[in-house]
């Protein structure tokens, strides 16, 4: 994990994040250029194990990345993904500063921009609007989250790539197959079984 002098570009894609939600001063910018940090992450590599406690708050300025944990056989299960202009968090270890229970880990190579904790703390004080913005980014993942269970429990493995399919159109041909199917709870092949019989279906 290589921490890099912030790119203009990179601080440039984190601001345009927040002007999705409100307008950002020259103050205001020179505060975030300062507590927000830059790394690159190779491919493969972790930015969260197991046992850890999660210290940053991570925007994907590019790249992807997986949450994910394994069963006693050593099988992935894939909770989330999160590629350009998205956050990825364990927000139960990062909040209540206790052991992480997944990893997260690059897919591909990629460069993000971090904020601690405490800086993050010293955010919602200071500015209510980074409150209320990342207590929206909290909330639509406990949304998403408990989309995927019912979705788990109630529908298809058809169903459920054709969702994934509009929840993420950028990532279905950017993901390799063992990627998708170990978010759906299915095998590589059966999903390669479900492609081709939409294919089929036209």
Same mark, same amino acid.
């Given at each position: 994990?290589?921490?890099?002098?912030?790119?203009?570009?990179?601080?440039?894609?984190?601001?345009? #994040?927040?002007?999705? #939600? #409100?307008?950002?001063?020259?103050?205001?910018?020179?505060?975030?250029?300062?507590?927000?940090?830059?790394?690159?992450?190779?491919?493969?590599?972790?930015?969260?194990?197991?046992?850890?406690?999660?210290?940053?708050?991570?925007?994907?300025?590019?790249?992807?990345?997986?949450?994910?944990?394994?069963?006693?056989?050593?099988?992935?299960?894939?909770?989330? #993904?999160?590629?350009?202009n998205n956050w990825i968090c364990d927000m139960a270890s990062f909040y209540s500063k206790t052991p992480s229970k997944v990893f997260i880990q690059a897919i591909e190579p990629s460069v993000i921009m971090q904020i601690s904790w405490h800086d993050l703390i010293q955010l919602y004080i200071k500015y209510m609007k980074f409150n209320s913005t990342f207590r929206i980014i909290a909330e639509r993942k406990s949304i998403e989250l408990q989309n995927r269970i019912l979705q788990n429990i109630s529908l298809s493995s058809e169903q459920r790539y054709l969702n994934f399919s509009s929840t993420y159109p950028h990532l279905i041909n950017r993901l390799p197959n063992t990627q998708i199917a170990a978010y759906l709870g299915i095998t590589s092949e059966f999903l390669s079984k479900i492609r081709k019989e939409l294919l089929y279906k036209g």
């Open positions: 994990m290589e921490q890099i002098e912030i790119n203009r570009h990179s601080f440039d894609a984190l601001i345009t #994040f927040f002007l999705g #939600f #409100f307008t950002i001063n020259k103050q205001e910018r020179k505060e975030l250029e300062s507590i927000f940090v830059e790394k690159k992450i190779k491919r493969r590599k972790y930015i969260l194990q197991p046992n850890e406690i999660c210290k940053n708050f991570t925007f994907v300025i590019s790249g992807c990345f997986k949450m994910l944990t394994t069963d006693e056989a050593g099988k992935e299960h894939i909770l989330d #993904f999160a590629a350009e």
